[in-house]
């Protein structure tokens, strides 16, 4: 059974989701039986490559709040991501462009190694002291994640390379109806939106593999950051 994730590296519910949803897989009797493939969408596919701002200006932009108000949103989702067991800074991150990301890790499925260039790439936004939108890093998390550096500094030289497979991801979430990440597809049958708690997956994955006739299922108040950028937090 397969399971899709369309997420963005610069998303810190999915950042936060990827976790839960691999809680939620280790609780499940056929975990072994399952291929987790993760999936390209921007949150601002807009944005050029190299133009970058701090996350807490980004957000309070964004949101119309002041830079306190910013910094207490950060500090609410960096709450909730070490609830987890993750690593997250407050400060010193920026916002910028994922395209370049998003193709390496097209590279990375190619090569068997996507799944750890993910959580090297999430490691580094959020929990390091290291900019994934600068070229250099990204060529050090594509040989730390077991790619050949030479072909790394290749595709991310070649701004062509895997493009048609990330917007090809991406078309493919709108016409799943997916306005927003992170955003699993189970079995091509049945969706899960948003950074549910664990036990959400598990039983998703369940009722799956169990063959029932689906419906969505999850808490309403699950976080995600939506197809405009914007990563609300839900309601205490």
Same mark, same amino acid.
């Given at each position: 059974m397969r399971v899709e994730i369309w997420s963005d590296i610069a998303c810190p519910w999915c950042y936060i989701g990827k976790a839960r949803f691999e809680k939620g897989l280790a609780a499940f009797a056929h975990r072994d039986d399952i291929e987790v493939v993760h999936r390209s969408f921007e949150l601002d596919p807009n944005r050029a490559?190299?133009?970058?701002?701090?996350?807490?200006?980004?957000?309070a932009a964004k949101y119309g709040r002041t830079r306190e108000e910013a910094q207490a949103m950060e500090e609410h989702v960096a709450a909730t991501a070490r609830s987890e067991g993750l690593g997250y800074r407050t400060e010193g991150r920026v916002h910028g462009s994922t395209f370049d990301i998003h193709r390496l890790l097209h590279l990375a499925k190619d090569r068997?190694?996507? /799944?750890?260039l993910l959580d090297l790439a999430y490691r580094a936004n959020?929990?390091?002291?290291r900019s994934v939108f600068d070229t250099d890093v990204l060529v050090r998390l594509g040989v730390e994640a077991g790619l050949g550096e030479d072909e790394v500094r290749a595709v991310l030289a070649d701004g062509s390379a895997y493009a048609d497979d990330v917007r090809a991801d991406e078309r493919e979430a709108a016409e799943l109806g997916a306005t927003g990440v992170p955003f699993f597809?189970?079995?091509r049958r049945y969706g899960v939106s948003g950074g549910?708690?664990?036990?959400?997956f598990t039983q998703a994955l369940e009722q799956a593999w169990q063959g029932r006739v689906l419906t969505p299922v999850g808490t309403a108040a699950a976080a995600a950051c939506d197809a /405009?950028?914007?990563?609300e937090i839900p309601p205490a």
């Open positions: 490559k190299g133009d970058t701002a701090p996350v807490i200006d980004m957000l068997g190694h996507q /799944d750890e959020f929990a390091e002291e597809v189970i079995d549910q708690p664990a036990d959400v /405009d950028g914007s990563c």
